[in-house]
């Protein structure tokens, strides 16, 4: 029973090696992650979604092309002025982070997108979602600090949302400010595990930051 249970966990680990370098597959993942980070409008987001999704297509088994599709749901949605496309974007982000989740499950990353989404859920009607969604996605954001106390996406995003949160709702502008200042810290000393894995964000922190700074 041991030497089954060890190979197949040995089988399972090979699997995961094999497809980490495979040189097709991280050329196709570096050239869909080409530019991510000066990308400003929602079509050239769905260029890439679309990329991300023939790729987690052939690749089955990895998180992160899945992953990556519900980033780009969720950066769509952000500059989207089309309301009635909202639903669809959370639908699909929703989808496909769970694929993210099955595939690497307590991975904080995943958790991060998960309460980004929670976020959309809230934007789309926040009198009617903000009850369900509103500690979904602090709790989410909780977990994603708990599994790794050094993402910088963690405090970002959790900063972001206290910055531009109404006080009345929750939102404290001052102290969304120090969690950006405490995630400019992180992403300093960010490594990312390879080329391909997630190593978003530096950009907007650090435009919101610059804004917050400004403020009186």
Known sequence: MKNTLFMLLFLALAAGLQAQTNPKYVAAMEKALAGMDTLGQG??????????ERIAQKETGEWLPPYYVALCQAMIFNLDQDASRYEALCEKAERFVAVADSLN????EVYVLKSMIAGMRIRINPMVNGQKFGPLAAMTLEKAMELDPENPRVYMNKGISLFFTPPQWGGD????????????????????????????????NDYILDMARKQK
């Open 43 to 52: 079509d050239q987001w769905l260029v890439k979604s679309n990329m991300f």
């Open 105 to 108: 499950p307590n991975n904080s």
């Open 173 to 204: 502008p001052a102290k969304g400010k120090e969690l950006m200042e405490l995630a400019d810290e992180k992403f300093a000393a960010f490594k990312p595990a390879s080329s391909i894995h997630p190593n978003w964000g530096k950009s907007t």
